[in-house]
């Protein structure tokens, strides 16, 4: 379980996206360091324009790592989030991956949540005709939340630039019984869906070097803002990621 937290993660330096387990195959370690426009959770904007930063360890079928997001603007919240997943492939064409997540939240606008507690499954399937689709499911004990999402990834090959431009479309479902659980009085139960899509342009400049750029949309839908996850009142969000991904 996770454990109140005080933190201050100004100055620390930045990533581009949350901690993913997408690779095939992962370096030992990686670091990613990185400017968004945006910081987007499942369908909810929790802060504008962030620097964000993750270091990720890989060690055969495991993976465990750290990832901070400090915003720009000091009223939107800071977070630190530890986490660690391990995948199996239990039939051919078929990958399966469970996944813990602990997170930390700081100066949460109105408060009443200051850390949560998440467990997932992931099921991969083998691409069919070059599209990956994937189902995964999350249960958070804390917030009282359950996360259903499909999505479907595709890599198209860039030959002239010698990269591979990822594409990834999702959407999911989120019900939640208790989106305070800090806060004195009733729960406060909510839920509301999401989709959207991505693309992500890697570039390897060196050795170990990897220049990245995205471009996000998602869109939600249900969500009540009194009720629901804390952020912001906007539905649709674009937003841009520039970082840079160190592997070793």
Known sequence: MCFPLKFSVV???LLAW???WAQEESPLLR??????????????????DSAQ???????????????VSQPYDGADAREVNLNAAYAWQPADGFT??????????????GGGVDRSFEAGLMATMAPVGGFTPSFAYYH????????VQTSVARSIALTKLGAFLEVNLFAGWVNGDDWRPDSPGPRRHDSYGYWGGEVHLPYRVGAHTTVVAGLHYVDSFGRSATNGPFGRASRGNLWVTLGVTLDF
């Open 140 to 147: 958070d004990f804390r917030l009282r939340a359950d996360t």
């Open 53 to 67: 930063a993750a270091v990720e360890f890989s060690r055969d079928r495991f993976r465990g790592g750290l990832w």
């Open 11 to 13: 100055g620390l330096g």
């Open 96 to 109: 399966l991956e469970a996944l813990v997540a602990c997170t930390w939240f700081d100066e949460v606008p």
């Open 18 to 20: 949350a901690p993913g």
């Open 31 to 48: 670091m990613d360091v990185a400017y968004v426009s945006s910081h987007v959770f499942r369908g909810v904007e929790r802060a504008g």
